[in-house]
């Protein structure tokens, strides 16, 4: 009978040990009793499914993780009460106002320029994506942002798509507020559906449902397209396609691997000292999330331009964005684990499923063939 933590078990390291979840007793059994470490040990289907209940490395992902209370005692409680003061009281307020005063500052500009310049003209793009981006510097001002860029910055040529991990929404905004991209997106309802439909179509913006199969089909002629245009702005992806929670990066999705370009990897990594900037967006709204970030000291985050990467000879697009995502991840210090983001919104393949139970049986009939 092979060990449990032993190499061919082929256990997903990221698992916690089982043996530390048994009670003694059940390890050390005297001979002829049938304890839970046998029935463990039938199987790695068994083994797997047990580490999945205590903690698994999907649910993992998207989980938020809240600070640690600090104000624990007599002395720390009344600076925190402070700091409540300082940040609802004081900060909030202000950061509102420099919002709407930059929201008025560019809908004065961006709406005359929109609607009465006729024609697509280069100045008239020129115009909007400059607007673009000191709307986001705005938005980015009102959490106090405080981002480092590392590597040189972005320029509108063709032939070229950058990718780059996804935390939250407000990755876009940080990213933007340096080049004006042109993001593939969800669709989202809200004030930020009317932005999207209104402004950042402006700067070429591709937006998807993800329930819509033939919305993929539109999205990847569009980035095709896009891609080949000279004028064009440069186009980001987050190949994830889902929120991760900036500890973990997620399978990506090999469109972007797959256009015959150059792939510009882009990691971001936020400093949680003030504020978790992960947005669970099946727990929270977009705008709940902003009021978060604005009432926190501030969002301290590093982006890094990354290298060129080009597909090599004899290598799929799948191990393209394989070698991409680890650039990324150890760039950033995140771990990879073996997970499609979009199982967050859907139930696995019935052909997953099954074979998983074929497995299963195998395993049960060859231990019985065995006693």
Not at 17 to 36: A, T
Request: neutral net charge.
């Amino acid at each position: 009978m092979e060990e449990l933590g032993s190499p061919t078990a082929e256990i997903d390291p990221d698992r916690p040990n089982i043996e530390d979840y048994l009670p003694r007793e059940s390890i050390q059994e005297p001979n002829g009793k049938l304890h839970l470490r046998d029935l463990l040990d039938i199987s790695p289907a068994l083994t797997e499914a047990a580490g999945a209940i205590i903690d698994d490395s999907f649910t993992r992902c998207f989980k938020s993780n809240p600070p640690e209370p600090w104000n624990w005692n007599v002395y720390l409680f009344p600076l925190w009460c402070l700091g409540v003061v300082v940040r609802y009281g004081i900060l909030f307020p202000v950061r509102v106002a420099i919002l709407a005063v930059g929201w008025i500052a560019f809908f004065s500009a961006f709406l005359p320029v929109h609607f009465l310049m006729s024609g697509d003209n280069k100045f008239k793009r020129k115009i909007e994506r400059k607007l673009v981006e000191m709307m986001c510097s705005v938005f980015v001002a009102s959490w106090t942002g405080v981002v480092k860029y590392h590597g040189p910055r972005p320029s509108m040529r063709p032939q070229q798509v950058f990718v780059a991990n996804h935390t939250s929404m407000i990755d876009f905004i940080i990213l933007e507020q340096m080049t004006a991209f042109a993001v593939i997106m969800q669709k989202h309802p809200g004030w930020v559906g009317f932005i999207q439909k209104t402004i950042l179509e402006s700067v070429g913006c591709i937006w998807f449902n993800r329930t819509e199969a033939k919305d993929r089909e539109i999205v990847t002629r569009k980035i095709r397209a896009h891609v080949h245009g000279a004028d064009n702005n440069p186009l980001l992806i987050f190949p994830e396609g889902t929120c991760v929670n900036n500890h973990y990066t997620v399978m990506f999705k090999k469109g972007a691997f797959e256009l015959g370009c150059a792939v510009c990897p882009v990691a971001i990594k936020y400093n949680k000292i003030f504020v978790d900037a992960f947005w669970n967006s099946r727990k929270q709204s977009f705008t709940m999330h902003l009021a978060q970030l604005m009432t926190s000291w501030a969002v301290v985050c590093d982006v890094w331009y990354l290298e060129p990467q080009f597909l090599r000879p004899g290598e799929s697009p799948i191990e393209f964005a394989e070698r991409v995502r680890e650039i990324i991840s150890v760039r950033a210090g995140l771990k990879m684990v073996p997970w499609d983001g979009y199982l967050k919104y859907s139930r696995p393949s019935p052909k997953h499923t099954e074979r998983k139970q074929q497995i299963f049986a195998e395993s049960v009939l060859r231990r019985l063939e065995e006693e």
